[in-house]
């Protein structure tokens, strides 16, 4: 089939690899433009860009596809399908219509549950133990458009957004490409999501990534793993140069209690409002990931401190 594909970071190189590979003709590749990256803040293309480049397939950066023009263009490509994955711009009815059999959007979660822009990120933090990745036919709608394959997906208890982010990753370009192979069959049927157990996974604010020691252990542990690697969730603290800002990559609950946000042992264990944490991969400011027993050897955090 001739294919569109839309999509921007990491997670949806996979899909537009194995589309590629089943030998779809993707007659071109629309993305993010390239943002200054770095620290000499050079312009740096998309995961996506970049596929495509290596591919030789025509590349789109439009700012929006709500103007005449970009829609023309998009029109022009006489896609059968066009397939979305991570693309970040909002498609518009007349790009939706377009193609001959429609719009295809890979989505990270079970819809109706999570619908939005952090999915990954959001059912971690809320404690979901189930997740998956769907194929659902798009409409102008917020991830509310019909539902044709599924593929379930556990959360275990100390998965991270980015564990869960490459298993979805993985699993998406599958289901996808099973999804495509129907559709050309003619064989692709949909169904109506759910009306109800509607949620909204919200974009992450950066504010909400500071770790609040008065909440309840879990609640603590699922935000350190909901956010890591990015953006983060972290406390403050002296560590013999002034208070600074650590992130939480990785924490696993430990036994123990305190006032919240106290350190009760030498080896990492904060106290929360309940319970407590213990802090298994930490990352200081402007410094590599480390592990727990690494950065204790770099700074003094001795029981009785208290986090901020």
Request: aromatic content about 4%; hydrophobic content about 45%; proline content about 6%.
């Amino acid at each position: 089939m001739r294919v569109v594909f839309m999509g921007t970071p990491d997670f949806a190189v996979p899909t537009v690899s194995e589309i590629i590979g089943q030998g779809h003709d993707v007659v071109a590749v629309y993305t993010r433009a390239p943002k200054p990256a770095g620290r000499g803040m050079e312009a740096t293309r998309t995961p996506v860009h970049g596929l495509a480049d290596r591919f030789g397939i025509p590349v789109f950066t439009p700012r929006t596809l709500r103007d005449p023009a970009a829609q023309a263009d998009f029109s022009s490509l006489g896609a059968d399908v066009a397939v979305v994955v991570a693309y970040g711009l909002i498609l518009p009815l007349a790009v939706l219509e377009a193609p001959a059999l429609g719009c295809l959007n890979l989505h990270g979660s079970l819809l109706p549950r999570w619908r939005g822009a952090a999915p990954i990120q959001r059912a971690i933090m809320a404690g979901d133990t189930e997740t998956g990745v769907m194929v659902m036919k798009m409409d102008e709608g917020l991830d509310t458009g019909p539902v044709a394959m599924v593929e379930k997906i556990a959360i275990a208890p100390d998965m991270t957004a980015q564990d869960l982010h490459d298993r979805m990753s993985g699993l998406g370009a599958d289901l996808m490409v099973r999804a495509l192979a129907a559709l050309d069959r003619g064989s692709l049927n949909f169904v109506a999501q759910a009306t109800d157990g509607v949620t909204y996974a919200a974009k992450i604010d950066k504010a909400e990534a500071r770790i609040d020691w008065s909440s309840p252990s879990d609640e603590v542990h699922n935000k350190v793993r909901g956010l890591s690697p990015f953006p983060g969730a972290w406390f403050e603290a002296d560590l013999g140069k002034g208070r600074e800002r650590v992130k939480v990559l990785r924490s696993a609950r430990a036994e123990g209690s305190g006032a919240p946000g106290e350190v009760i042992d030498d080896q990492l264990a904060i106290a929360c409002g309940t319970g407590a944490i213990r802090l298994l991969e930490v990352q200081r400011a402007g410094a590599k990931a480390m592990r727990a027993g690494d950065f204790l050897r770099g700074a003094r955090l001795d029981a009785g401190i208290r986090l901020g």
